[in-house]
């Protein structure tokens, strides 16, 4: 049985590009260049790669990049975006669950719940966290994005879930769960034929408490956390108790 993620991202890989969190590409990939020290020497794994717009973006500004996703339609429009635009691209479909590129990548990133924490147990949101730390040179940088859990905690249960959290058209039979920090609800959408999706669907949120921890169990030396605002990321924004999803910066 397919999870509500697999589902999704079966056809939907052209209504994705036009959602409205997909628009920060620029000024994020700037941050991520940014980060790493302008190297373009170095090797890039982008997890959770979706339909490649970061990776993407980095080739054409002479990064090489490599990309994983689980889903095979929107590795497929990656590749084909990639080839209009003449950039040698490794999109590749793997889990990021079971991946190991054995310390071959000098950067990891995984924007905009690229995969973590859209799994639906603790263990396997560690998996990945592991995989993107054994994927990285000694020395190596991993930036992502993730829900914050300070967001509905600080907010009450009624507030949250009236507020539209999910980005899509429809949302139904909300729960916010305090005891795991999962969020469920019933997602009604379109595919990219126009055929209606109805998914339930259950993403994790994070404190910052258990962020650092995962990522020091996972065996990366430090980690910061900022706030993190779509296509303008800063290491000067504080995160707070308005931030829907945290920035977290971490070095092997």
Same mark, same amino acid.
């Given at each position: 049985? &397919?999870?509500?993620?697999?589902?999704?991202?079966?056809?939907?890989?052209?209504?994705?590009?036009?959602?409205?969190?997909?628009?920060? =590409?620029?000024?994020?990939?700037?941050?991520?260049?940014?980060?790493?020290?302008? #190297?373009?020497?170095? &090797?890039? +794994?982008?997890?959770?790669?979706?339909?490649?717009?970061?990776?993407?973006?980095?080739?054409?500004?002479?990064?090489?990049?490599?990309?994983?996703?689980?889903?095979?339609?929107?590795?497929?429009?990656?590749?084909?975006?990639?080839?209009?635009?003449?950039?040698?691209?490794?999109?590749?479909?793997?889990?990021?669950?079971?991946? #190991?590129?054995?310390? *071959?990548?000098? +950067?990891?990133?995984?924007?905009?719940?690229?995969?973590?924490?859209?799994?639906?147990?603790?263990?396997?949101?560690?998996?990945?966290?592991? #995989?993107?730390?054994?994927?990285? &040179?000694?020395?190596?940088?991993?930036?992502?994005? =993730?829900?914050? /859990?300070?967001?509905?905690? !600080?907010?009450?249960?009624?507030?949250?879930?009236?507020? /539209?959290?999910?980005?899509?058209?429809? @949302?139904?039979?909300?729960? !916010?769960?305090?005891? @795991? !920090?999962?969020?469920?609800?019933?997602?009604? =959408?379109?595919?990219?034929?126009? #055929?209606?999706?109805?998914?339930?669907?259950?993403?994790?949120?994070?404190?910052?408490?258990?962020?650092?921890?995962?990522?020091? *169990?996972?065996?990366?030396?430090?980690?910061?956390?900022?706030?993190?605002?779509?296509?303008?990321?800063?290491?000067?924004?504080?995160?707070? @108790?308005?931030?829907?999803?945290?920035?977290?910066?971490?070095?092997?």
């Amino acid at each position: 049985m &397919k999870q509500w993620y697999e589902e999704l991202f079966q056809d939907y890989s052209d209504k994705y590009d036009r959602e409205s969190f997909t628009a920060g =590409t620029m000024g994020e990939v700037d941050f991520i260049e940014k980060e790493s020290g302008f #190297n373009k020497s170095g &090797k890039i +794994l982008d997890i959770g790669c979706g339909t490649g717009r970061h990776s993407i973006e980095l080739a054409r500004r002479g990064y090489t990049v490599t990309g994983i996703d689980l889903s095979e339609a929107m590795i497929t429009k990656a590749r084909n975006m990639a080839a209009e635009k003449d950039l040698k691209i490794d999109f590749r479909i793997r889990d990021a669950r079971n991946f #190991n590129f054995n310390q *071959s990548f000098d +950067l990891a990133i995984m924007i905009c719940e690229g995969a973590f924490p859209l799994m639906e147990t603790d263990e396997m949101n560690y998996l990945i966290l592991k #995989n993107a730390h054994s994927s990285l &040179k000694p020395g190596g940088k991993f930036i992502f994005t =993730t829900l914050n /859990g300070l967001y509905p905690l !600080f907010h009450s249960v009624k507030d949250f879930i009236n507020s /539209g959290s999910e980005q899509g058209e429809q @949302t139904s039979g909300e729960n !916010f769960d305090l005891m @795991t !920090f999962r969020y469920y609800s019933v997602y009604e =959408t379109e595919d990219d034929k126009g #055929n209606k999706i109805v998914l339930k669907c259950n993403e994790r949120y994070y404190v910052p408490s258990e962020i650092s921890w995962l990522l020091k *169990s996972a065996g990366f030396r430090e980690s910061e956390i900022f706030g993190c605002k779509l296509g303008a990321f800063s290491r000067n924004d504080r995160l707070t @108790t308005e931030d829907f999803e945290m920035l977290v910066i971490a070095v092997k």
